[in-house]
């Protein structure tokens, strides 16, 4: 069982900065694939940004050029790094481990229990 938990959100101005930490209870980092999601009241979730076991990333169109996914093996710990926020990218923020399905076919995936950030003046 893998625990993952978030810190970091709050409320920002538009064209603020805010960075998410999620940290893992286990070293998960070479065996799965780390992502953020995001939840926005009336809306369903959706992914904003991915890294790969081997360090490849993605991110959703509304995010890039602004969010930067990245992760510190020595602590566990994966962020993201939110510039330029904008009052759409108010929503839960939720850290996502999804396991590598030929290392680890019949593990679980595991969620955080989420991360308010909220972009209002």
């Known amino acids: 069982q893998v625990q993952l938990v978030e810190s970091g959100g709050g409320l920002v101005q538009p064209g603020g900065s805010l960075r998410l930490s999620c940290t893992a209870s286990?070293?998960?980092?070479?065996?799965?694939?780390m992502d953020w999601y995001r939840q926005a009241p009336g809306k369903q979730r959706e992914l904003v940004a991915a890294?790969?076991?081997?360090?490849?990333?993605d991110y959703a169109d509304s995010v890039k050029g602004r969010f930067t996914i990245s992760r510190d093996n020595a602590k566990n710990t994966l962020y993201l790094q939110m510039n330029s926020l904008k009052p759409e990218d108010t929503a839960v923020y939720y850290c996502h481990a999804d396991p590598d399905p030929v290392l680890l076919p019949y593990e679980a995936d595991y969620w955080g229990q989420g991360t308010q950030v909220t972009v209002s003046s």
């Open positions: 890294l790969s076991s081997r360090g490849n990333t």
């Open positions: 286990a070293s998960i980092f070479s065996t799965y694939r």
